[in-house]
């Protein structure tokens, strides 16, 4: 496979597969987004679900992947940081504002920071049509957002801390992507980065929720916990693999862009699966986004 991966790199072939990668991460993306939507206390969520990239990834980082050398580990320590900052925004802007209202500002404010953060590290440029494309989606995710400011019950006290925090973890995003991309680039089998990825940026939340857990009055079923961390790690293996493969495969900016077509997977599940109300300016919206997408696609 990663030889397959690496004879792709640079290649029109190369290139469909990314997007064929980037759209297969922006739907994971929003069915992980969807499972623990309102489930779970989100350090609890996601504590399960590092521990559960720990206990099943690090095998395969151990014994199927060759293991990194040299530079390869300041490349993977590095990603630290930026998952940490990440995971910890995230989970206080959950705490503070509905998932609804916090999804698409952190999924509208990421590709902008990280077109920027590829062109500052990598080198990579947009054209007009591109940057066009990324205005339309963005306003689509943005408008999402104000749409559902208006129509979802919140607490509006603490509205406006959880939209700034919305907007530091699409910052995030684009640094954890950004440097992912550097850093798969700079690893001579992708896998490796990938196997010790999951296995390094994991062990802050199982912390944070096991102290967590013991200071909780009324704790959630224990089963209910693991088989969100279970269900919860394959997806994010799918999810997260897929978009930094595709960063290696073609443009960090383009990977990155189409993977924020998640916020219409989103609305879909919502729609079909979990039978929320899509309405006609939900749709437009979603209509934006997608069509943003392909703009950036074929200006490319």
């Known amino acids: 496979m990663s030889d397959l991966i690496l004879s792709l790199e640079g290649t029109e072939a190369g290139h469909r597969l990314a997007l064929i990668l ?48 040299g530079r390869e580990w300041l490349l993977i320590l590095g990603t630290m940081p930026f998952m940490f900052v990440y995971k910890w925004l995230l989970a206080l802007a959950y705490t503070r504002a509905a998932y609804t209202v916090v999804y698409p500002v952190v999924r509208g404010s990421g590709p902008f920071f990280t077109v920027l953060g590829a062109w500052l590290l990598i ?21 999402l957002a104000v749409y559902n400011m208006r129509h979802v019950q919140v607490d509006r006290e603490r509205l406006v801390p959880a939209l700034w925090l919305a907007v530091a973890t699409g ?34 939340m199982p912390l944070i929720a096991a102290w967590r857990w013991r200071r909780m009055s009324q ?29 290696r495969l073609d443009k960090v900016g383009e990977a990155a862009v189409l993977r924020e077509t998640s916020t219409v ?23 934006l986004i997608a ?4 703009i950036v696609e074929l200006g490319g």
């Open 22 to 69: 980037a759209l297969t991460a922006a739907f994971l993306h929003a069915f992980l987004g969807a499972i623990q939507k309102g489930r779970i206390d989100p350090w609890l969520s996601r504590g399960a679900i590092d521990t559960a990239f720990i206990v099943l990834t690090l095998p395969i980082a151990l014994f199927f992947v060759p293991r990194p050398e």
């Open 123 to 143: 080198g990579e440029t947009f054209t007009p049509t591109q940057w066009t494309g990324v205005g339309v989606l963005m306003g689509g995710i943005l408008g």
């Open 171 to 204: 910052l995030a995003v684009a640094g954890y992507t950004t440097w992912g991309a550097f850093a798969i680039r700079g690893t001579a089998d992708p896998f490796t980065y990938l196997a010790w990825f999951f296995v390094v940026t994991a062990v802050d």
């Open 219 to 247: 704790t959630p079923p224990v089963r209910d916990v693991f088989r969100l961390g279970v269900t919860g790690a394959v997806i994010g293996w799918g999810s997260f693999g897929t978009v930094m493969l595709a960063t």
């Open 265 to 287: 997977f989103a609305a879909m599940i919502g729609w079909l699966v979990l039978k929320e109300t899509v309405g006609p300016r939900r749709v437009m919206l979603m209509t």
């Open 291 to 294: 069509l943003g997408a392909v």
